[in-house]
């Protein structure tokens, strides 16, 4: 089994993981490009970066033959359409109940006919992909994931379509040439699906000029707004690019928080819970009329009342759900906590995103969910915030801190 690849970007680069990618200051990304303008950013301009210590054809190979892949961890494309699953898995073998494990032979075969191979949700799968998708994220304020598409030579996986995320192509191997055309509809939200003005976007692509057209070579980096129309065919190679999908926060999540707020307040009045008068029916004009009239001023004022921190707490589960935490080898930790001295050094665990519960002052929630936590522990926790610490400069015993680690909140460190 191969070793995932190592490597790093230039160290002439923007150390973020977000300028890394753009050859430019995340600042004027943010200006010009994000969620409006689609951008291009040749390997040249990127100090040749080709993105080798994040993935490879030897990755691929890695996941399909040595990885147990299951569904939906891949899926297989020809001709604009998504192959069923069952031409490209099978049943696991004796002890593996699983029937739905990847078929490298079977994918062998597909791949040779011209059928593409998209190995989804690599931000889970593969470690280097892990990590980048993790500092991305959190760069960007928004949750990520990332998936591989790998074509056959003079073979195109999907027709022109669009997404309801904005989109990082990172060119890894071969060539591709990408055409991107103005969206038909702006901004598209997750139930507004292309196939949904699938003629319009079939128009838009074979008929405007195109906003971009240009082959990626390995080290280019494409940057699609949600919306944007696009197409690719691999040239005369293999061709495997990275997707990073942005999944954006919007002002229509801000809407629907400021409707459920509005909407837990007003339940609290007992007119708002009342029955509607007898024998009326909520489709009736004539009915809801009245109520709409009654309530307007009590939505206004709702509305009015509330104020920035109360929908940021709402948030926060949501927030706190969009990834996992930073990985924590389990036995390797457990082992770490039995050995622990007063010269160990520990940490808290990475991505937690700490929360307190107001109603519950011993209580934080977690990425992991939520602990109910002694003073010592509290106090543990709160002094972990500052960094990293030595077991002698905690102010609690061992024995707190060992129970920390087992349950996943602390490392121990090298």
Do not use: C
């Not at 054809?57 to 961890?73: K, N």
């Not at 073998?93 to 040779?112: H, I, K, M, W, Y």
């Not at 997707?243 to 609290?268: E, F, M, N």
């Not at 519950?360 to 936590?373: K, N, Q």
């Amino acid at each position: 089994m191969t070793t995932p690849p190592a490597g790093s970007a230039p160290a002439s680069q923007d150390r973020s993981t977000l300028g890394r990618l753009l050859a430019a200051a995340p600042a004027d990304f943010a200006e010009r490009s994000w969620g409006t303008t689609p951008r291009h950013v040749p390997a040249t301009d990127r100090a040749g970066d080709t993105f080798t210590d994040l993935f490879s054809l030897d990755a691929v190979d890695d996941l399909l033959t040595h990885r147990g892949l299951r569904t939906p961890f891949i899926r297989m494309a020809q001709d604009g359409t998504t192959l069923p699953e069952n031409r490209f898995t099978r049943g696991g073998g004796t002890g593996a109940g699983a029937s739905d494990q990847v078929d490298e032979d079977r994918v062998r075969s597909l791949f040779a006919g011209g059928a593409t191979i998209v190995l989804q949700g690599l931000h889970r799968t593969w470690p280097p992909i892990a990590e980048f998708a993790r500092e991305l994220g959190d760069e960007l304020g928004h949750p990520v994931q990332v998936n591989a598409y790998i074509t056959p030579p003079q073979n195109q996986g999907f027709s022109a379509h669009y997404d309801v995320h904005d989109v990082f192509v990172l060119q890894v191997h071969g060539t591709k040439h990408w055409t991107l055309h103005e969206p038909v509809v702006a901004h598209p939200l997750r139930d507004q699906p292309w196939d949904t003005v699938r003629e319009a976007v079939a128009h838009r692509a074979a008929q405007d000029a195109p906003l971009i057209d240009a082959v990626l070579a390995p080290g280019d980096v494409l940057y699609l707004p949600r919306g944007t129309i696009h197409a690719a065919a691999a040239q005369g190679e293999i061709s495997a690019h990275l997707t990073i999908g942005v999944h954006t926060w919007t002002p229509d999540h801000v809407t629907g928080a400021v409707l459920d707020a509005v909407r837990s307040r007003l339940r609290d009045q007992p007119t708002v819970r009342a029955n509607l008068p007898l024998g009326a029916r909520p489709d009736d004009a004539a009915v809801v009329g009245p109520t709409l009239e009654q309530l307007r001023g009590a939505l206004h004022e709702a509305i009015d009342s509330l104020d920035a921190e109360e929908l940021a707490r709402y948030f926060r589960p949501q927030v706190r759900v969009t990834r996992r935490p930073d990985p924590a080898p389990p036995l390797a930790q457990l082992a770490a906590a039995e050995g622990l001295g007063t010269a160990s050094t520990v940490a808290l665990r990475g991505g937690l995103e700490l929360g307190d519960d107001p109603a519950r002052p011993d209580r934080l929630h977690t990425r992991l969910g939520w602990f109910d936590l002694d003073e010592d522990a509290r106090a543990v926790v709160t002094a972990l915030q500052d960094g990293p610490r030595r077991l002698d400069a905690l102010p609690a015993p061992l024995t707190v801190v060992q129970d920390l680690v087992r349950r996943g909140l602390v490392e121990v460190q090298p």
